[in-house]
C-alpha cells in the first residue's frame, strides 16, 4: 500500500522507525508480541512529536495512523515496504522471513540489522532478491543516518528505491558498496567501546571520565566532521599526509588493545553497570532521552544554520516539505488575490522563553521568514542577491496578541500592502489554526549592495512585485496597519 509501512519488532529501534515515518505521514502497522508494546511505541511517539518538529523550518505532514497488530501476516499484508527490528539472531529473522513471504512476495524487506551480513539473512528466502540492510542510529526519528546494505541476492534497484524513500523522510542513505560485517558505523564505533573497556578493566579510568573525554572534545568535532576530514585538517597545510608522517609511527605503538577485548565476566559488568548509573543518577532514562533529544535538536540546527553535515540533510528536507505544503510553489501557481502562505511550521523546544511561551525574538525571526520568503517568490533569491541587488528591512513593527507555546503549529500569511518602485510594505499574520497570535508589518527598500543606497528593482522583480500588488489590491487594509507602539487596539 502506497505510503503504509509494516514493522515486525516494536521495541527502541521498531519504535523509532514508526514514529520516524508516522511523523513523515505515513501510515504504520506494527506488530510485536510484548504485551507492553503499544504502552512502549505511545512512548516513542511522545518524544518524537517533542523533539523531531523542532528539526524542521516547515511543519511535518499530518501524522500518519498507528496501528498495532495481533499477527505478522495482519501488518504486512499489501506493503511495499516491511521494516524488520527483531532481536539479533539470525534464526529469529530468518523465521520471521518466512511468515512475511507467506503472505507478501513483493514488498521490500528492511533489515534494521547493526551488523548480520544481508546475504546470510536472504539465504532461506523464496524472494531474496527484495531484502536489503537499513541499519538506523538511535534515536531514529532523530539521527538522520542509515546504512543501505545489499546481499549477494539483492536486486541493485531495492537500494536505489530505499535511497529515495528514506531521504523522503529525512534521512542521509549511505550506501555500504562492500558487504562486510558490522558495515561501516557499527565497525568504528566498536573499535572505540573496545578500547574503552579496555580503559574501565585497567582502572585507567571511569565511565564518567571516559564520555568526558569525548563529549568535551573530538565529539564535538565528529558531529559534524569524520575521522577522516578532522584528522586531514588537524594536518594544517599538509592534511591528511602531515598526519600519517606526523603520527602514522605511532599506529604500530601499543597504546591500544584493539584487537583484543576484556573478559565480560559478571564483576566486570556489574563495575561498568554501576559507573554508568551512577553517572546518570538521579536522571531516569526518560529524563535522559529527553535531554538527548533537546541535545541533538540544537546541534543538528546549528549545523543546519551552515548547510553542513547532517544540517544539511535537514535542510534538503525542510525544501522536501516546503515543496509538499505549497510554501514554495511559484507565484504562477498561486491564488494572488489573498495572502500568501509564507511560513508554516512547529515552533520548536529552543523558541520559549522563562514564562514558558515564544520569545519575542522568535516572533521576528518568524516574520522575517515570511519576509525572505516573499522575496524569494519576486524573485529575490540568492542568485539576484549575488548579482548585485536586495531589499533592505527599513522599519518592523510586531503585535503580540496571544500565547503561543512549544509544539503549536503556526502559519504566516503575507499581504502586500505596497509595492512600486523601490519600496515593499507588508503585512504578515501569524496564526495557530484559526487563532491570530501576532501581526508584524515590514517595510522594506529595495538597495544596490554596491552602493548601498536605494535603487529600483530588476524589471522581472518590478513585475512579479506588482502582480501580487495588483491582486490584492482589493483587500481591506489590516486592522492595525500603520499603528504606532502604544495605541489603543
Same mark, same amino acid.
Given at each position: 500500500?502506497q ?13 523509532g522507525w514508526a ?6 505521514g ?8 510484548d504485551p507492553? +508494546? ?5 512512548e @516513542? ?19 500518519g495512523?498507528? *496501528?498495532h497488530?495481533?499477527?505478522i %501476516?495482519?501488518?504486512?499484508?499489501d ?11 539470525? /534464526? =529469529?529473522?530468518q523465521?520471521?522471513? &518466512?511468515e512475511?513471504? &507467506? ?6 524487506? %528492511? ?10 539473512l536472504? #539465504?532461506?528466502?523464496?524472494?531474496p ?8 542510529f538511535n ?6 543516518l542509515v ?18 524513500l528514506y ?9 555500504c ?5 558490522g558495515?561501516l558505523?557499527d565497525?568504528? *564505533?566498536?573499535?572505540?567501546?573496545r578500547?574503552?573497556l ?6 585507567v579510568?571511569t565511565?564518567?571520565?571516559l564520555d568526558?573525554?569525548?563529549?568535551y572534545?573530538?565529539?564535538l568535532r565528529?558531529?559534524?566532521m ?7 585538517l588537524a ?8 598526519m600519517?608522517a ?5 599506529l ?6 584493539? @584487537?583484543?577485548?576484556p ?6 559488568v /556489574?563495575m561498568v553497570?554501576d559507573q554508568?548509573d551512577?553517572q546518570s ?6 529524563d535522559?532521552?529527553?535531554?538527548r ?11 543546519? #544554520? ?7 540533510t535537514?535542510r ?12 514554495? %510553489?511559484?507565484l504562477?501557481?498561486r ?8 511560513v508554516?511550521?512547529v ?5 520559549t522563553?522563562?514564562?514558558g ?11 522575517g521568514?515570511?519576509t525572505d ?8 533569491d540568492a542568485d539576484?542577491?549575488a548579482s548585485?541587488g ?9 503585535r503580540?496578541?496571544?500565547? =503561543?507555546?512549544?509544539? +503549536?503549529?503556526?502559519?504566516v500569511?503575507t499581504?502586500v ?5 523601490k ?15 501576532a501581526?508584524? /508589518?515590514?517595510?522594506?527598500?529595495? =538597495?544596490s ?12 522583480? %518590478?513585475?512579479?512585485?506588482? #502582480?501580487?500588488?495588483?491582486a ?9 496597519a500603520?499603528?504606532? =507602539?502604544? #495605541?489603543?487596539?
Amino acid at each position: 500500500m502506497q505510503n503504509t509501512v509494516a514493522i515486525v519488532g516494536g521495541g527502541v529501534i521498531g519504535g523509532g522507525w514508526a514514529a520516524r515515518f508516522a511523523l513523515n505521514g505515513w501510515d504504520v502497522r506494527i506488530f510485536d508480541p510484548d504485551p507492553q +508494546a503499544q504502552r512502549k511505541t505511545q512512548e @516513542m511517539l511522545a518524544a518524537a512529536r517533542r523533539a523531531l518538529p523542532g528539526l524542521t523550518d516547515v511543519a511535518l505532514p499530518p501524522e500518519g495512523a498507528v *496501528q498495532h497488530c495481533d499477527t505478522i %501476516a495482519e501488518a504486512v499484508t499489501d506493503c511495499a515496504l516491511i521494516v524488520e527490528a527483531v532481536p539479533e539472531r539470525l /534464526e =529469529v529473522k530468518q523465521a520471521v522471513y &518466512a511468515e512475511i513471504e &507467506a503472505v507478501n512476495t513483493a514488498g521490500i524487506i %528492511a533489515s534494521s540489522t547493526s551488523g548480520i551480513m544481508p546475504s546470510d539473512l536472504q #539465504a532461506k528466502m523464496t524472494h531474496p532478491s527484495r531484502l536489503i540492510v537499513a541499519h538506523p542510529f538511535n534515536p531514529v526519528y532523530l539521527l538522520p543516518l542509515v546504512e543501505l546494505v545489499a546481499g549477494k541476492q539483492t536486486d541493485p534497484a531495492c537500494i536505489e528505491t530505499a535511497k529515495t524513500l528514506y531521504a523522503g523522510l529525512g534521512m542521509q542513505p549511505l550506501h555500504c558498496r562492500v558487504e562486510i560485517e558490522g558495515f561501516l558505523s557499527d565497525r568504528l *564505533q566498536e573499535a572505540l567501546w573496545r578500547e574503552a573497556l579496555w580503559l574501565l578493566k585497567d582502572g585507567v579510568a571511569t565511565a564518567e571520565e571516559l564520555d568526558a573525554a569525548i563529549a568535551y572534545g573530538p565529539g564535538l568535532r565528529w558531529a559534524q566532521m569524520g575521522t577522516m576530514q578532522t584528522f586531514h585538517l588537524a594536518g594544517g597545510e599538509g592534511g591528511m599526509r602531515a598526519m600519517l608522517a606526523m603520527f602514522g609511527p605511532c599506529l604500530k605503538w601499543p597504546w591500544t588493545k584493539l @584487537m583484543d577485548v576484556p573478559d565480560l565476566t559478571d564483576d566486570f559488568v /556489574e563495575m561498568v553497570g554501576d559507573q554508568c548509573d551512577a553517572q546518570s543518577h538521579p536522571r531516569s532514562p526518560r529524563d535522559l532521552e529527553k535531554l538527548r533529544d533537546a541535545n541533538l535538536v540544537g546541534i543538528i540546527r546549528s549545523l543546519r #544554520a551552515a548547510n553542513w553535515g547532517a544540517g544539511a540533510t535537514v535542510r534538503a528536507h525542510d525544501r522536501h516539505l516546503a515543496d509538499a505544503a505549497g510554501i514554495a %510553489a511559484p507565484l504562477d501557481t498561486r491564488d494572488l488575490s489573498k495572502p500568501l502562505l509564507t511560513v508554516q511550521r512547529v515552533v520548536p523546544l529552543d523558541w520559549t522563553d522563562y514564562n514558558g511561551h515564544m520569545n519575542e525574538a522568535k516572533y521576528l525571526q518568524a516574520f522575517g521568514d515570511a519576509t525572505d520568503r516573499m522575496m524569494e517568490l519576486i524573485g529575490c533569491d540568492a542568485d539576484y542577491i549575488a548579482s548585485g541587488g536586495s531589499y533592505f528591512t527599513a522599519e518592523t513593527h510586531i503585535r503580540h496578541i496571544d500565547e =503561543v507555546h512549544a509544539g +503549536a503549529m503556526i502559519q504566516v500569511h503575507t499581504q502586500v500592502l505596497a509595492g512600486t518602485g523601490k519600496k515593499m510594505h507588508l503585512w504578515h499574520e501569524m496564526y495557530e489554526g484559526d487563532r491570530l497570535l501576532a501581526t508584524g /508589518e515590514h517595510f522594506l527598500l529595495h =538597495v544596490s549592495l554596491a552602493t548601498r543606497r536605494p535603487s529600483d528593482p530588476s524589471a522581472q522583480i %518590478a513585475a512579479a512585485l506588482g #502582480a501580487v500588488t495588483q491582486a490584492q489590491a482589493g483587500l481591506a487594509r489590516p486592522d492595525g496597519a500603520g499603528r504606532a =507602539v502604544g #495605541a489603543p487596539r
